[in-house]
Antibody, heavy 116, light 112 residues
Framework: EVQLQESGPGLVKPSQSLSLTCSVT????????WGWIRKFPGNKMEWMGY???????SYNPSLKSRISITRDTSKNQFFLQLNSVTTEDTATYYC??????????WGQGVMVTVSS | DVVLTQTPPTLLATIGQSVSISCRSS???????????LNWLLQRTGQSPQPLIY???KLESGVPNRFSGSGSGTDFTLKISGVEAEDLGVYYC?????????FGSGTKLEIK
């Protein structure tokens, strides 16, 4: 069974970088696409970006200057880095598998608060 | 960006009632390859989103057949034929046809 688990700090100071790890079990990240989505307080959801089976990336233009998604295939993990965070980046962050035009597996999510 | 407008924002239903949620897109979601990449998700309180339907009307594995999806172009509908207590939560439509990928604003289903 495919399982994804996010990890990382729950509190980040404004202007610093947010870094999260997604650990995948049951499936190799050298297949399919793997990415990040966040849900803001309230209901708004935002696709942030993904990394492909080959290591190429695609990002939401709204974040393009601040976001980086990388991977470590030896550990079957991929990573999110979001720079220069503000309080508006406070959200629950999910990692997920993107599969032929849909998201078929989600992690449990990690809540990140940006506050001094 | 493609804007997905969901209505109603809140839905109050009794057990056994059939309900529908609308998702309207600001652009056609028909891809040049002939597929329409419109999906539906359910997020129960305290849980991660669960995929329900993809490609407008295809049920994800394990999803009860009281859920159905329909539509084309810019207008899509999720129907629940006989709401059950476990169906409460927030429903989202999501499109994969155009980048950036976008989500609807969500419809909260509450049980009377």
């Amino acid at each position: 069974e495919v399982q994804l688990q996010e990890s990382g700090p729950g509190l980040v100071k404004p202007s610093q970088s947010l870094s999260l790890t997604c650990s995948v079990t049951g499936y190799s990240i050298t297949s399919n696409y793997w990415g990040w989505i966040r849900k803001f307080p309230g209901n708004k959801m935002e696709w942030m970006g993904y990394i492909s089976y080959s290591g190429s990336t695609s990002y939401n233009p709204s974040l393009k200057s601040r976001i980086s998604i990388t991977r470590d295939t030896s550990k079957n993990q991929f990573f999110l880095q979001l720079n220069s965070v503000t309080t508006e980046d406070t959200a629950t962050y999910y990692c997920a598998r993107f599969n032929y035009g849909r998201i078929d597996y989600w992690g449990q999510g990690v809540m990140v608060t940006v506050s001094s | 960006d493609v804007v997905l407008t969901q209505t109603p924002p809140t839905l109050l239903a009794t057990i056994g009632q059939s309900v529908s949620i609308s998702c309207r897109s600001s652009q056609s979601l028909l891809h040049s390859n002939g597929n329409t990449y419109l999906n539906w998700l359910l997020q129960r309180t305290g849980q991660s989103p669960q995929p329900l339907i993809y490609l407008v009307s295809k049920l994800e594995s394990g999803v009860p057949n009281r859920f159905s999806g329909s539509g084309s172009g810019t207008d899509f509908t999720l129907k629940i034929s006989g709401v059950e207590a476990e169906d409460l939560g927030v429903y989202y439509c999501m499109q994969f046809t155009h980048y950036p990928l976008t989500f609807g604003s969500g419809t909260k289903l509450e049980i009377k």
